[in-house]
């Protein structure tokens, strides 16, 4: 008898340890997500805004600033009809609660978008599995652990929003279909109204491939055709009404040409025949490993997947679906950006996480080590880099130093070491070493470019041109680059090359801004942009030499 009690006090001190150990575990992985995010931001403070997207989305939002214009975007005086204003009016509803347009808050925009992504992936792996708490706590961790996501999750973009309005409507999707839900309806409709107001029709090439294809994923039984496709109709109809009370007003204040350009150009228009971009189906496919690294290089994930049982799982169905056939309608499309698929990540990320959750209690240390040998392969190439033929001749790799892959191989090494330590990888730790390999990736990336990614300089040039009135013309296809850096209150006279001798006879005492391949033997100013040079000539000397095609 004492022997039993005595068995038992152990079984039960045992299930104690086991059960703490759990609940630890779950703490860190719920809360350690966080402090994780809070590195990526910190690095905005490593660098300015990025040419040519980010400089030219802050300038719009300042001339809707300056103009007193919250319906129509601007961009150097005229009506900007690429994007529709959702991200902008977040940058002025900040600048009107802080009362100046400042830096600091538009560029805080898209880390916070980064959060809710983090926070609504858990919440739809929580829906997708509410038997396996653990899903849901991992999701986050391979979302920002996935390299493309981790680039962008800070940029000043449109992506990262858009990628919160995919991941709500999916929420609502999955409610709807499988819980019968009217709420769940209501927030897809809300999802679709603000993916239209974020950029434009591309949210339905997001949502409707998986909402048409619910009887593979739902529960067929509970969903008749007719209801649910009748439903689903009158959800877009909802959301458009959310787009087009913007887009109504929108257009008949921008004039003619605005109305058309939003209504249609940036719609069937820029989807079906636009050469911006253009690029052949299979343009994705060499990309695809690059963007979901580092997790494609972990055998455990390709193991597991025997573990998988994708005919009884409506949740792994229903990630794949949303991931597959977004992906071919994307790859379909001609007009093609590697950002461009960020919004279908989320579901590469619910899907690893569901894989990972699996127990598999064989596992082999030299597997288990592999992603840390592919960051340690890649630490190693960026210590080689300026001698790596075909990189070496850019500008920005020629000044590269070891630090960076050195930097890099430590971690690597680091994550090695834990994994010998416990005898397995986590989906915690190989996130943490992707983050921080991008943390260093961004601080030594812009330390070596330099002047090539800030025009902050240029800009406050311009500024004090036009504050004394001289005249400055820019030669080529100004983007906005200047503006909001320089904030700049008058839009800049735009030329194209052939009038540039016109342009500098009539103003004798003014500067033309040039974007030339080759370093110049004189100009008034000029830096390394990208992997051209911004160049500022005076008048006289433009008159004085042939200029070279821009």
Known sequence: ?????????????????INQKILSKACVYRWGIYPLWLILTTTLFFRSPIPIDETRYLSVAWEMWLRDDHLVPYLNGLPYSHKPPLLFWLFETGWALLGEANEW?????????????????????????????????????????????????????????????????????????NHSSSTGWRHFAVAIGLGLLTKGPVILLHLLPTALLVFIWGKSCSIRKTVWYGRLILAILAGALIGLAWAVPAALSGGDDYASAILWQQTADRTINTKIHARSFSWYLPFVPLMIFPWLTWPRLWQNLRLASIKQDNGLRFCLVWLLSTLLIFSALPSKQIHYLIPILPAFAL??????????????????????????????FLVLLPKVPGLSTLQWVQLVEPYWGAGVFIIALSLAGLVVHFRKLS????????????????????????????????????????????????????????HFLGRLTQPLTIITPDSASAWAAQHPNGYLIYLEKNQPQQAAYSQPHREHWLIFRTAEHALSTTQPKT
Request: hydrophobic share 55%; charged share 10%.
């Open 1 to 17: 008898m004492l022997y039993a009690r005595m068995n038992q006090t152990i079984t039960v001190a045992n299930s104690y340890v």
């Open 105 to 177: 808050w538009p560029r805080l925009v898209g880390p916070i978008c980064a959060l809710f992504n983090l926070l609504l992936i858990r919440h739809l792996a929580s829906k997708l599995w509410p038997e396996d708490a653990l899903v849901a706590l991992k999701a986050p961790w391979v979302l920002i652990g996935t390299l493309l996501w981790t680039l962008f999750a800070t940029s000043t973009m449109f992506d990262i929003l858009l990628t919160c309005c995919v991941l709500l409507a999916m929420i609502g999707l999955y409610d709807a279909a």
């Open 427 to 482: 989906v915690m730790s190989l996130a943490t070493a992707l983050v921080g390999s991008a943390f260093i990736g961004f601080i030594f990336f812009f330390q070596y470019t330099g002047l090539q990614y800030n025009l902050r300089q240029a800009a406050l040039l311009i500024k004090s041109y036009h504050e004394r009135q001289i005249p400055t013309a820019f030669v080529g296809d100004y983007q906005g680059q200047f």
């Open 351 to 380: 899907i690893c996480a569901r894989i990972l959750c699996h127990l598999d209690e064989q596992r082999n240390l030299l597997p288990e080590l592999t992603p840390a040998l592919f960051m340690a392969l890649i630490g190693v």
